[in-house]
Antibody
Framework: EVQLLESGGGLVQPGGSLRLSCAAS????????MSWVRQAPGKGLEWVSA????????YYADSVKGRFTISRDNSKKTLYMQMNTLRAEDTAIYYC???????????????WGQGTLVTVSS | DIVMTQSPDSLAVSLGERATINCKSS????????????LAWYQQKPGQPPKLLIY???TRESGVPDRFSGSGSGTDFTLTISSLQAEDVAVYYC?????????FGQGTKLEI
């Protein structure tokens, strides 16, 4: 059974940093691209970042480029998002999401974690 | 960036009736070399993560009831629920994966 378990969210002051983690199980992690998608309270879905299965290719939304860094440790089956210089508008539930196709990234998502809440406030 | 626009924003349908949600992309999401439409649909219920319903615009995800269907091409797409059930109350999102940044529609809230 595929499982994605996010952690690392919490309350942080503007300008602060957080590192999110997503522990994966139930599939061959290194064979699949992964993404982070966020959802501000009461709002829609916003894609944040994606990474290929090997970790060699990354993509970012303009809203986080230069502040957030996606990475993965395939030996630990874990996806990460380092978030720096956080702003109030980064407040959201952050979901990790698994790409459906194996070996060939297409960036649509067949499994999602339950999400971790990041709140940026003073 | 490809802008995804859904209509309507909200929709009330009676049980057993058909529900239709539209999604329009600001540019084509058809990739000519493989003739595939890079469009997916998700369902999100309160307090839950999204669930994949449809990909390649019309391919139903495994385990999704056949009352859900996707259609369309180019820039105009439709999600149809043929006979609404109580458990279909949710917000529905379209997503293009033709190019980054990946983008979602604003969501359509489906009620009974």
């Amino acid at each position: 059974e595929v499982q994605l378990l996010e952690s690392g969210g919490g309350l942080v002051q503007p300008g602060g940093s957080l590192r999110l983690s997503c522990a994966a199980s139930g599939f061959t992690f290194s064979n699949y691209a992964m993404s982070w998608v966020r959802q501000a309270p009461g709002k829609g879905l916003e894609w944040v970042s994606a990474i290929s299965g090997s970790g060699s290719t990354t993509y970012y939304a303009d809203s986080v480029k230069g502040r957030f860094t996606i990475s993965r440790d395939n030996s630990k089956k874990t996806l990460y998002m380092q978030m720096n210089t956080l702003r109030a508008e980064d407040t959201a539930i952050y979901y990790c999401a698994k790409d459906k196709p194996e070996h060939q990234p297409n960036y649509y998502f067949d499994y999602w974690g339950q999400g971790t809440l990041v709140t940026v406030s003073s | 960036d490809i802008v995804m626009t859904q209509s309507p924003d909200s929709l009330a349908v009676s049980l057993g009736e058909r529900a239709t949600i539209n999604c329009k992309s600001s540019q084509s999401v058809l990739y000519s070399p493989n003739n595939q439409e890079y469009l997916a649909w998700y369902q999100q219920k309160p307090g839950q993560p999204p669930k994949l319903l449809i990909y390649w615009a019309s391919t139903r995800e495994s385990g999704v009831p056949d009352r859900f269907s996707g259609s369309g091409s180019g820039t105009d797409f439709t999600l149809t629920i043929s006979s609404l059930q109580a458990e279909d109350v949710a917000v529905y999102y379209c997503q293009q994966y033709y190019s980054t940044p990946l983008t979602f529609g604003q969501g359509t809230k489906l009620e009974i």
